[in-house]
């Protein structure tokens, strides 16, 4: 089994872009494209996800082969 792993999407259930417009008070989800503030939340939850440890094997999420995309 292979994880796929989606750091954005534009479903509000799970959070995703408008999450990140309501972080940088943005009206349009095209704006979240070109806000600085926008984008750097978005670069930073990144890194904390490929930086992350995996607890079972100990391998950064970024070398672990259980991550089949992102």
Do not use: C, H
């Not at 954005?8 to 417009?21: A, D, F, H, Q």
């Not at 939340?41 to 490929?50: D, G, K, N, P, S």
């Amino acid at each position: 089994m292979q994880l796929i792993l989606a750091f954005t999407s534009n479903w509000t259930p799970v959070g995703g872009l408008p999450e990140y417009m309501k972080w940088a008070n943005l009206t349009q989800p095209s704006q979240f494209y070109t806000n600085p503030q926008a984008q750097a939340m978005y670069r930073a939850t990144v890194a904390a996800v490929i930086n992350r440890r995996n607890t079972i094997n100990g391998r950064l999420y970024k070398d672990d082969p259980t991550v089949m995309a992102w």
